[in-house]
């Protein structure tokens, strides 16, 4: 059974655009543009997605009267885990000075931690703590948790309430990272569709071009293994290269040798994933790009740092991309015998230093990467572009 996740928390509020200016003061970042802004606003929470939305559209949506108010509605409370307690009087005060009421001063817990009580100006609780069982880097985002769902109005003597919590365990073991669809389902639900995940393949070779991809994923018939290209075998790259190209809309590119001595590998790398996307059957709302980098696409787009592994749709992409390069070199191996481009895909090994120095460089060899510019006594890279067969 996989663990609940929580991945948006809505607030009811008697006038969003200055529930949005609050949350905006203490440090929130707007999240995407909904219309009318005057109905809801999305913020990014770390782990989750906050939204203020009309008291009253929420409690009618909750089965309340129409015109029940903030008096009688609150929606929910929730808790801020600081890293410190130097992070919590910070909180508090950055909270009073955007105009939150302080209920209960920050203060050590019965329970070993430090925590304070403060409602915005919806009357919405919430507890600022920092617990020492539960240790978190200063630079983590803030994580969000509801704490207590109500129907009806939430006492403002909060802090006086007990609360029982259980003890934290700790992991006996690293935590496995796989990937997950969780930002896909979010723009899903926040009406953004297709969403794209692009991962290219070859960056580092000293032979062969860059091979991106870019794959928009169907919500209900997503691959089961789905993974980090890296962290798959052989065999289970080819098994979901298949079932991925039978159940999603897929777009490939090459950036080839000439292009990045051309331009560099990292212009020719970014080219070649805009170029993916831009093959891709229909045209993308979103776009996650693993890397640090973002990419010249007609939409908007996020750079995810590690993202084929956390993102579902560009691990789909990074296997797309490995699957399509490797039987590409094993095609350039069969052309070019000797060099052993069917074992090593073009990579820095010594079966292929050896190659180089004994037979020169191909027109597949990046004759701007120093181990080739010195196999061929090269300085300039060559202005013509070869002529490539790139089959899929």
């Known amino acids: 059974m996989p663990h609940p996740h929580i991945s948006l928390v809505t607030l009811g509020v008697t006038d969003v655009p200055r529930a949005a200016r609050f949350y905006e003061a203490l440090g929130f970042k707007r999240k995407m543009k ?30 309340f009267a129409p015109d029940t108010g903030s008096s009688a509605f609150r929606g929910a409370s929730l808790a801020w885990n600081c890293a410190s307690e130097a992070d919590v009087d910070a909180v508090m005060e950055l909270a009073r000075q955007a105009g939150a009421t302080e209920l209960v001063p920050a203060k050590k817990a019965a ?50 309430m007990s609360r029982t919590q259980a003890p934290a365990r700790l992991p006996l073991k690293d935590e496995i990272v796989r990937p997950t669809f969780r930002r896909e389902r979010r723009a899903y639900n926040n009406g953004i569709w297709p969403v794209a995940g692009c991962d290219e393949a070859g960056r580092g070779p000293l032979a062969g071009p860059v091979v991106a991809a870019a794959v ?13 290209s890296k962290k798959l075998t052989h065999a289970e790259r080819e098994k979901l290269y298949g079932r991925i190209c039978a159940t999603a809309e897929v777009g490939v590119a090459f950036a080839s040798p000439a292009r990045i001595d051309r331009d560099n590998i990292l212009q020719a790398s970014l080219w070649a994933l805009a170029q993916a996307v831009a093959a891709l059957p229909c045209r993308p709302k979103l776009v996650y790009v693993d890397g640090r980098d973002r990419i010249k696409v007609p939409c908007d787009c996020e750079a995810v740092i590690s993202g084929d592994a956390l993102v579902l749709s560009i691990a789909a992409a990074s296997i797309v991309a490995k ?38 460089p191909t027109i597949h060899h990046r004759r701007s990467f120093s181990p080739v510019a010195i196999a061929d006594g090269l300085k300039q890279p060559p202005a013509a572009e070869p002529a490539l067969g790139l089959p899929l």
């Open 111 to 160: 329970w070993g931690g430090y925590h304070g009580h403060f409602a915005d100006p919806d009357g919405h609780i919430w507890e600022v703590a920092h617990n020492p069982q539960l240790p978190l880097s200063p630079t983590d985002a803030p994580p969000f948790q509801i704490s207590r769902c109500a129907r009806a109005g939430i006492p403002l003597n909060v802090g006086s």
């Open 216 to 228: 928009v994923l169907d919500p209900n018939r997503i691959p089961r293994g789905l993974n980090d």
């Open 323 to 360: 699957v399509t390069r490797d039987r590409l070199m094993m095609q350039i191996g069969a052309a070019y015998p000797g060099y052993g481009f069917e074992r090593h895909m073009g990579y820095s090994v010594p079966e292929h230093f050896a190659a180089l120095q004994r037979l020169g």
């Open 34 to 63: 909904a219309a009318p802004e005057s109905e809801v606003a999305f913020f990014d929470a770390g782990t989750v997605a906050l939204s203020l939305y009309a008291v009253s559209g929420l409690a009618r949506d909750a089965g």
